[in-house]
């Protein structure tokens, strides 16, 4: 085997609560033979692989040992995520002075610590919080440092049989491998962990004349404003509460999305109707700070805005089940019938992949509409 071939995987281990270096190698005499130069090398038959301390000197003597003889995959041992630069801070106090029952197991300081340096939206440390208690809790005879991989795939089989979905599967791993992967240092730690597979929906979207009536059966200036933003402009719900006054470009025809999803800004199109009653809006309820705001001026509140849709949608009369993100899907899914070129599309929805984008060709009737069904074609008068 040439050198050329020789690779060695470094990896995080916990084994019997001390952090290990793991490596992963396949079987080469001259590998071996190097590892047993190294400070009391030890196989795990657990993990299938030869481990040593993780310690700084260790893992200076590992790179300097394999120089010129073997390439040291570390993509995953050393964590060089960057902080969510540009987020707004959040504070996680509410969280720290809950009042919780005797029982009740919490996050420990180091998680909150760890949300707030690197800051996550609030939504998102609200979800990692939630999950990784309910998986402490479940566990709350065990120290967090002895919870395996094990461990962790018997609380996904107990996930599983409660009927949860995709969705909420792949949170909870997020939480736990947030914790052990980002808090506490040890990147690619529960590497044999499998995700569950994922769902292939298709988004869910109502036509033209629908997002139509729905604008027409809603009353209040301030609801019609809200649907036809989310509408108009493919916005997610919580990319509309947080626009500001200022991120309305009348001049431009624009509309600036700060710090959307992945903590990325955008640009999206304004429609001059859109702009018209914005105008009107604007002088009827005069908000200071966000575009749209609740009781003396704060945030506008999430669960308002899913009930404005629901209300407009029984007024209408529209059997489905109606929501932010359905407007958001049915933007792109007519934008794409008519004529708008896919990547135009991608960037004003702000996906980060055109590959995500490429699931509305599965939705758009455009290129379906002049086929005929074999059933038209039958002839079922004939005696």
Not at 119 to 141: D, G, L, P, Q, V
Not at 143 to 160: A, F, G, K, P
Not at 327 to 332: G, K, N
Not at 342 to 358: A, D, M, P, V
Request: net charge positive.
């Amino acid at each position: 085997m040439s050198s050329q071939k020789k690779n060695i995987t470094l990896k995080h281990l916990l084994i019997n609560g001390e952090k290990k270096i793991g490596l992963k190698f396949y079987p080469d005499k001259v590998i071996q033979a190097l590892i047993k130069e190294l400070p009391t090398p030890k196989w795990s038959k657990e993990f299938s692989m030869v481990y040593l301390p993780n310690t700084p000197k260790i893992t200076d003597l590992i790179f300097s040992k394999f120089k010129g003889v073997a390439w040291i995959n570390s993509g995953n041992f050393f964590n060089n995520k960057p902080v969510h630069i540009g987020g707004n801070s959040v504070n996680m106090d509410s969280f720290r002075h809950r009042i919780v029952t005797d029982n009740y197991r919490t996050c420990p300081e180091e998680f909150y610590r760890k949300l707030e340096i690197k800051k996550y939206s609030m939504s998102t440390a609200k979800t990692y919080i939630s999950f990784f208690e309910k998986f402490i809790n479940y566990y709350r005879e065990k120290t967090l440092s002895t919870i395996d991989e094990n461990d962790i795939r018997n609380y996904l089989q107990e996930l599983v049989k409660e009927g949860r979905s995709h969705s909420y599967l792949n949170q909870a791993v997020n939480s736990v491998k947030f914790y052990y992967e980002v808090v506490m240092g040890m990147p690619n730690r529960f590497y044999s962990i499998e995700r569950p597979r994922p769902e292939h929906k298709l988004p869910k979207v109502i036509s033209q004349e629908e997002v139509a009536d729905l604008i027409k059966n809603t009353s209040n200036l301030k609801h019609k404003c809200i649907i036809s933003l989310l509408y108009s402009a493919g916005l997610r719900r919580g990319e509309l509460l947080n626009l500001r006054i200022d991120d309305i470009d009348g001049k431009r025809m624009l509309i600036y999305v700060n710090a959307a999803k992945g903590k990325r800004d955008r640009v999206t199109i304004l429609s001059k109707h859109v702009l018209e009653l914005l105008r009107e809006y604007f002088k009827e309820y005069r908000p200071v700070n966000y575009l749209f705001e609740g009781l003396e001026g704060q945030l506008y509140s999430g669960t308002s805005v899913v009930a404005v849709i629901k209300k407009a949608a029984v007024k209408a009369k529209i059997k489905k089940n109606v929501t932010p993100h359905m407007l958001r899907h049915s933007f792109a899914t007519h934008l794409l019938e008519n004529g708008a070129d896919l990547r135009y599309i991608q960037n004003l929805i702000g996906h980060s992949s055109s590959k995500t984008t490429e699931i509305y060709t599965q939705v758009t009737i455009k290129h379906i509409k002049g086929i005929e069904s074999p059933f038209d074609s039958l002839n079922l008068d004939a005696p």
